[in-house]
């Protein structure tokens, strides 16, 4: 692998987040030249991000009206207008492609360039949308059902890239960002210095901004925090970080705080002063944005607010022992396509609750759990993250609650998925299911029966794609033998768009195992056979992928379900 090249077109966050797989690409290759093309939006960032040797930011402006305008087919207009933006790019011959983006153009990337692998979205001649890596197909998957997206964003950039060294398989469970590629330490204290940013400050940043309005907390909550903060000790000085868009949030949180020592820095800093901030910064008080990426990788001590609909499994911080504020409300985190009338999570998380937290964390670098207990039945509940047995970030609740059917299916889904993705299918680790269970107090009323439930339906599709498995395998035959009896082929085709059918409908009552049934269906469409045989073999692997799936969450099921029978925080009469 010597020439590689990566296309990541989403937020600054999500570039942040791509940095785990940069760092792997160069561990296994070190001698490969890497070449990412980003979006010209986020150029700013790209002299931090380590471990590519060329970075090209590219401007798309017109380019989605124009594949709009042209119905999203791949055809002369639309081939002149990629070849003007990717000059350059297209005739060079890559050992690796991968595509990061999942957007309606970058799905033309890997399709147009030259070469001897791709991972990643792609198109067929056809233009069909297909994934010929497992990972890339799940991600496209939990996009349409953002509930059940429980596998952290980094951990999937990451594993898209699979490597065994000594039996072992290598991950990289960090982010990072090259603070001193641009001009030194002498830069960063001129930029901090410009700011009134002193050697001996204590500096609390708050990230006021967030993609969208639901994400972000009360502007006069922020201002009731700084003022807590600015009372209690001198040496603090609360810097407001955020985009041009926030500027007129900051003012009016300037102007209810009225002291000195708060610093309003909304739409004034460039992405690198943005980074040198946050790096210098005692704490980072945040939404999820692609600022509390920056703080996670410079190492900052981090407090990450959430409400709205936001998933803080699929793109909360990624390092241990960062502390999370959610509030305790069943409808959190909110469908991405609701228009919320009556926002209340953002009422529930108080500046007290975040000014308490604030001092404990500034005081400690861990240990929170028993300071946190505090915050049972108050409306909100912390977490903290932790790397699990498998390497992948987690996030347990800091206080005692009880356990609901939703947070049980997450659990199971996210393990289930662990477990198969890193090829370990039957060895279940019961200590994380212990560990998670040690969690809670007992359980809310029907849980087991809702997950036994769940687990009929399970077994239903297991028997359905065993039907789909034995079909396909009749089509094998028939291509070997008798490959020109046009009625079996209608009759078999017939019978397996009738099993897809029921897959799909059946599946649609629980989110998590429609989750399996959209990776089935991409894995369905990206077969890159043209023949019978070819056809044939390919929809075996997919229905025999989606049966070792259900397989896996039917037995992590069942395990936490014994669990739960003779866990020591839950009674016989729970499970009733």
């Not at 970075?55 to 798309?60: G, L």
Request: with cysteine; aromatic share 10%; hydrophobic share 40%.
């Amino acid at each position: 692998m010597k020439n590689i090249i990566i296309l990541n077109l989403t937020r600054m966050g999500d570039l942040i987040q791509s940095t785990a797989l940069f760092k792997k690409i160069k561990l296994t290759y070190p001698e490969s030249r890497v070449k990412l093309l980003i979006s010209n939006e986020f150029a700013e960032i790209a002299p931090f991000l380590p471990y590519v040797d060329e970075i090209k930011p590219i401007d798309f402006t017109g380019l989605s009206e124009l594949l709009k305008a042209n119905n999203f087919e791949f055809n002369s207009e639309v081939l002149r207008a990629l070849n003007a933006m990717f000059d350059g790019i297209l005739n060079v011959n890559y050992d690796l492609a991968v595509n990061l983006s999942h957007d309606e153009f970058s799905v033309y990337f890997l399709y147009m360039l030259n070469a001897l692998k791709n991972i990643g979205i792609s198109v067929t001649r056809e233009g069909t949308v297909v994934s010929n890596d497992e990972m890339i197909a799940y991600i496209f998957s939990a996009v349409k059902n953002r509930k059940v997206s429980v596998l952290n964003l980094v951990d999937i950039y990451e594993r898209t890239l699979r490597i065994k060294r000594g039996g072992n398989k290598i991950h990289v469970n960090s982010i990072y960002l090259d603070i001193k590629k641009m001009d030194g330490e002498h830069k960063e204290l001129e930029v901090l210095k410009k700011y009134g940013i002193e050697g001996n400050d204590t500096v609390i940043s708050f990230a006021i901004g967030a993609s969208t309005e639901l994400k972000k907390w009360r502007y006069d909550y922020f201002a009731e925090l700084a003022k807590m903060l600015l009372s209690g000790n001198p040496k603090i000085k609360v810097v407001l970080l955020g985009a041009n868009y926030d500027v007129k949030a900051g003012g009016y949180i300037e102007t209810s705080v009225a002291d000195e020592r708060l610093i309003n820095l909304t739409g004034k800093t460039s992405v690198s002063d943005l980074v040198y901030v946050v790096r210098r910064s005692n704490l980072l008080i945040t939404h999820d944005t692609g600022t509390m990426h920056i703080g996670v990788a410079a190492g900052t001590k981090l407090i990450v607010i959430y409400t709205g609909n936001v998933g803080f499994l699929e793109t909360g911080p990624y390092a241990e022992n960062r502390l999370l504020v959610v509030p305790d409300i069943g409808c959190f985190p909110c469908d991405f396509n609701l228009k919320c009338l009556n926002p209340v999570c953002r009422e529930l998380i108080k500046p007290e609750y975040i000014y308490d937290m604030s001092l404990m964390v500034l005081e400690k670098e861990s240990g929170y759990s028993e300071k946190l207990s505090k915050y049972k039945n108050t409306g909100i509940i912390p977490y903290l993250s932790r790397f699990d047995s498998k390497e992948f970030i987690d996030f347990f609740p800091a206080v005692k609650i009880k356990l609901n059917f939703k947070d049980l299916k997450l659990k199971i889904l996210k393990l289930a998925l662990e477990h198969y993705y890193e090829g370990d299918f039957w060895n279940i680790d019961e200590n994380e299911i212990e560990l998670f269970l040690d969690c809670f107090e007992g359980i809310e009323y029907n849980l087991s029966l809702d997950a036994g439930e769940e687990l009929k339906s399970a077994e239903s599709l297991i028997s359905l794609c065993e039907r789909g498995m034995s079909e396909t395998k009749k089509m094998i035959n028939l291509a070997i033998h008798d490959p020109f009896n046009s009625k079996k082929i209608e009759e078999y085709t017939g019978n397996i768009k009738s099993i897809d059918f029921e897959l799909k409908y059946l599946s649609s009552v629980y989110d998590d195992l429609s989750l399996f049934n959209q990776i089935h269906v991409i894995n369905q469409n990206s077969s890159v056979s043209y023949d019978l045989f070819g056809l044939a073999v390919d929809s075996l692997k997919s229905y025999s992928r989606y049966k070792l799936q259900l397989n896996i969450f039917k037995k992590v099921s069942l395990i936490f379900l014994d669990k739960i029978k003779n866990h020591k925080h839950y009674k016989p009469e729970d499970l009733i």
